[in-house]
Nanobody, 124 residues
Framework: HVQLVESGGGSVQTGGSLGLSCAFS????????MGWFRQAPGKQREGVAG????????YYADAVKGRFTVSRDNANNTVNLMMNSLKPEDTALYYCAATYASCWPLRVSGVDYWGQGTQVTVGQ
């Protein structure tokens, strides 16, 4: 039984930092993609960052490159997203996802499992 449980998120002012963590269990494949999506009100869910659990190769959406860092900790079965220099447009519900499909571009249709989502709000 695969489970993805997110933690972190919250509210921060523009320019601040937040960290998200996703604890996953029950995934038996040795190399797969763990990704982060986000969905702002009235917008489609979009891929933000992805990382292969096997080799650690990372991918980022252009909007977050240089500001967000995705990493995996295979010993603890977690994937993390560190978000720096946050902007109001980063405000969204952030979802952790696991997929056997290609890590980039991340596609909603390719996701096998989703976390429950965690809110990130960036004030002016």
């Amino acid at each position: 039984h695969v489970q993805l449980v997110e933690s972190g998120g919250g509210s921060v002012q523009t320019g601040g930092s937040l960290g998200l963590s996703c604890a996953f269990s029950g995934y038996t494949y040795s190399n797969y993609c763990m990704g982060w999506f986000r969905q702002a009100p009235g917008k489609q869910r979009e891929g933000v960052a992805g990382v292969y659990t096997g080799g650690g190769i990372t991918y980022y959406a252009d909007a977050v490159k240089g500001r967000f860092t995705v990493s995996r900790d295979n010993a603890n079965n977690t994937v993390n997203l560190m978000m720096n220099s946050l902007k109001p447009e980063d405000t969204a519900l952030y979802y952790c996802a696991a997929t056997y499909a290609s890590c980039w571009p991340l596609r909603v249709s390719g996701v096998d499992y989703w976390g429950q989502g965690t809110q990130v709000t960036v004030g002016q």
